[in-house]
């Protein structure tokens, strides 16, 4: 099966910090104006015309991205919540930047798995993988699905440490 992922479009979080959501509610933000205009040009990209379904993550961010390119590639869209973002607070409290930093720093010491030696409650990329692969597995009966989605899952399939928002990486998956 053939895969084109696509990350989210930019998203503005204006109004779930105004809101001072936390946890999953950050995801809530939708698209920023340029996020948008991202979100039409990428739904006009050549590598989505064979593409036969949409999967999305269920963030706001990517669902809005998604909804985008179904308009206008005409593509159904079939929401899969397991296709979600990397959670760096399994606790769902995480309210803020401030102690990001030392928790990415910890990921990397870790090398993305967690232990009991980890301070913080984040999920290892390799469960971030396992959870997107039984999600893709469900569809190996279509020859190219597009995937819209967020960086830290489409790079446990892909070498490519920076995807900007809107970035297609186009990989294959066999059973």
């Not at 950050?26 to 989505?48: F, H, M, T, W």
């Not at 973002?85 to 930093?101: A, C, K």
Request: aromatic share 10%; hydrophobic share 35%.
């Amino acid at each position: 099966m053939h895969i084109v992922f696509i990350r989210h479009a930019e998203p503005n979080y204006e109004t779930v910090r105004q809101r001072r959501f936390i946890g999953h509610g950050i995801d809530l933000a939708g698209l920023s104006e340029k996020g948008v205009r991202q979100a039409e040009a990428v739904s006009k990209n050549e590598k989505l015309r064979t593409a036969q379904i949409i999967l999305s993550s269920p963030y706001t961010r990517a669902l809005q991205t998604a909804a985008i390119i179904s308009k206008n590639t005409g593509l159904d869209i079939k929401v899969e919540t397991d296709l979600h973002e990397w959670l760096p607070d399994t606790t769902f409290q995480y309210s803020g930047p401030e102690h990001f930093i030392e928790l990415l720093k910890e990921v990397k010491q870790f090398k993305g798995e967690h232990n009991a030696a980890c301070k913080y409650k984040w999920e290892s990329y390799s469960q971030v993988k396992n959870r997107a692969v039984h999600v893709l597995e469900k569809y190996m009966d279509y020859q190219n699905i597009a995937v819209v989605t967020h960086g830290v899952l489409i790079r446990q399939f892909v070498n490519q440490e920076r995807i900007p928002y809107c970035g297609l990486i186009e990989t294959d998956m066999t059973n």
